[in-house]
């Protein structure tokens, strides 16, 4: 019995150890991150800009990133990760993602030329750059999840999905 038992733990530990040392993220950690990358590059592209129109332009492209981002991380990550990842850290997540979306709508209202609106990107950016922060950092949402419980593999194919979708629906929004 007590054989048994060791045997369990030994290979419990080799497994633990071997998911410690893969460099590879799944599918889900991989794309949620490959978002953050994109919309961190956007941010500081905008600085660089001088034209109303580009900065238009860029904002723009941000803001949809970011709402979709959001709303693929509350309608399937964050839900599906309660029980892996901690109930506070989960909760804080969607309170600052509902911090963002009030930004990004107070930034909508505004043209590029209003006084405080290449301020108000900027601590958007700064704001997103901290959240990320909280996702990203060792012991964070996306390392609990990875230790968690769920196939984030087929999690990351639903995540896509749901991404192409609203791309095409919050990006037509726009347009219209
Ligand atoms: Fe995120
Ligand atoms: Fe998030």
């Excluded at 592209?45 to 238009?56: A, F, G, M, N, V």
């Excluded at 601590?123 to 750059?129: F, R, T």
């Excluded at 909280?134 to 999840?145: L, R, S, V």
Aim: hydrophobic share 35%; proline share 2%; charged share 40%.
């Amino acid at each position: 019995m007590a054989t048994t038992q060791n045997k369990t733990a030994a290979s419990r530990a080799r497994s633990g150890r071997k998911r410690r040392t893969s460099r590879r993220d799944p599918l889900a950690i991989t794309l949620l991150k490959r978002d953050h990358r994109e919309v961190e590059g956007w941010f500081d592209e905008y600085e660089q800009l001088e034209e109303d129109s580009d900065k238009q332009e860029l904002f723009n492209r941000i803001a949809l990133a970011l709402k979709v981002h959001t709303t693929i991380e509350e309608e399937i990550f964050y839900p599906e990760e309660r029980g892996d990842v901690e109930e506070d850290m989960l909760d804080e997540a969607y309170v600052e993602h509902d911090g963002a979306k009030k930004m990004i709508a107070e930034i909508e209202a505004m043209q590029p030329g209003d006084e405080f609106y290449d301020a108000k990107v900027k601590v958007l950016g700064e704001y997103i750059k901290h959240h990320v922060k909280e996702e990203e950092q060792p012991g964070g949402i996306f390392a609990q999840a990875k230790k968690g419980d769920e196939d984030l593999d087929a999690m990351g194919e639903r995540l896509q999905a749901r991404k192409e979708e609203l791309m095409a629906e919050m990006g037509a929004d726009k347009a219209n």
